[in-house]
């Protein structure tokens, strides 16, 4: 089990690295070809109408933000357990504030209400996931405790 939190720790420190490269960096993420690529793309598929028109950039920038806390949430809400449950869903929120406020004191950055919503959202699903797994290990654990109780007797 040490092996297996140290290994957890690890992976959430290289996490915590890649997310501060992402939000830290002095230029948004999407203000270079592959955002233009994707705007391009959005309006290909717009114009050609395989793409539905609830699909907009706007759209994909907010469930990136979702997608970008889930492994955040997921990661501190398994390595911190139960008794700091409540602590982990609010530190999405908090971090992300935080991280919004930073960026409004950076040039060519800005900070946004609806990023920390979003951000705040993606660490309460990826703790909620956690939770869950955590959940539906310990019942099989259980379970195997008493099969394995019973086989004996």
């Keep these: 089990m040490c092996v297996l939190r140290g290994a957890l720790w690890i992976l959430t420190a290289l996490y915590c690295l890649v997310v501060a490269s992402i939000v830290f960096a002095p230029v948004h993420v999407d203000d270079n070809e592959m955002g233009g690529a994707l705007v391009t793309w959005l309006d290909a598929g717009h114009a050609e109408g395989w793409l539905p028109q609830f699909v907009t950039y706007s759209t994909i ?37 935080c991280i919004e406020i930073i960026q409004c004191f950076m040039p060519n950055r800005t900070g946004d209400l609806v990023d920390v919503l979003m951000n705040g959202t993606g660490a309460l699903v990826g703790a909620a996931c956690a939770f869950w797994v955590h959940r539906v290990l310990r019942k099989r654990r259980e379970r195997q405790g008493r099969e394995s109780g019973t086989s004996v007797a």
Excluded: K, T
């Design 61 to 97: 920038e907010q469930l990136s933000n979702v997608i970008m806390f889930m492994p955040g949430g997921f990661l501190f809400a398994l390595l911190l357990g139960r008794a700091a449950r409540r602590h982990v869903l609010y530190a999405g929120f908090v971090v992300s504030a």
